[in-house]
């Protein structure tokens, strides 16, 4: 059974309809990536798979069931599926680790004592231990969105959602986000992913998903979908950003 499974998904703004009947599955341990030009849909379709948009049609299962159906408390679905955006969203008057123990605690009841060693364990993994009692703006771009990554992972999610999270840090410092997501996959985390990291997409994707105006236009193995891409619109995408 798929992890993940997005049927017929429709979301308007107003008169624009951003997503228009999007189908996708996203099985167990799978790295996905959507890439395509800005505007054709992919923030829009991680939001709603968080549940931070409501739909206009369409169903999303996790684990066989509709979590999109209108009236559900979103909180749940919100603990078992994180999302991480472009903007890393810290609260600038707390510490990085004041950010990280804030919803656990409040969300799952949880204690300080009791999450140390775990929010630690991750600080160190991601090579932020010498950062924990740091403000957000004592922080690298890079240091920054790693702290939101974490944030994001103390909530143990089964499953992780990644928007564009490279798209406003300095060249030099992607690699360093990049190879958190690597040890993410290394470890069987199930992820989407909007990116511009073509490189990355061909390197480390299960599949990769070229979204068009609100559809899925073409997905497949990335060496499969990069070097011979089926749709002239993917063609045309490819060979600007590569």
Known sequence: MARLEVRGLRKSFGANEVCRGIDLTVAEGEMVCLIGASGSGKSTLLRCLNLLEPIDDGVILLDGVDIAEPGLDPQ???QRIGIVFQSFNLFP????LENVLLAPR???GRTREALMPEV???FARFGLSDRMEHYPDQLSGGQQQRVAIVRALAMTPEIMLFDEITSALDPEL???????LRDLRA???TMVLATHEMGFARELA??????????ILEEGPPAELFSQPRHERTR?????VL
């Open 76 to 78: 749940p679905v919100r």
């Open 93 to 96: 008057h707390m510490t990085a």
């Open 106 to 108: 409040r969300v799952r």
């Open 120 to 122: 630690e364990a991750l």
């Open 174 to 180: 992607v690699g360093e986000v990049l190879d958190v």
């Open 187 to 189: 470890d069987g985390m």
């Open 206 to 215: 299960d599949k990769v998903c070229f979204l068009d105006a609100g559809t």
């Open 236 to 240: 045309a995408f490819l060979s600007r």
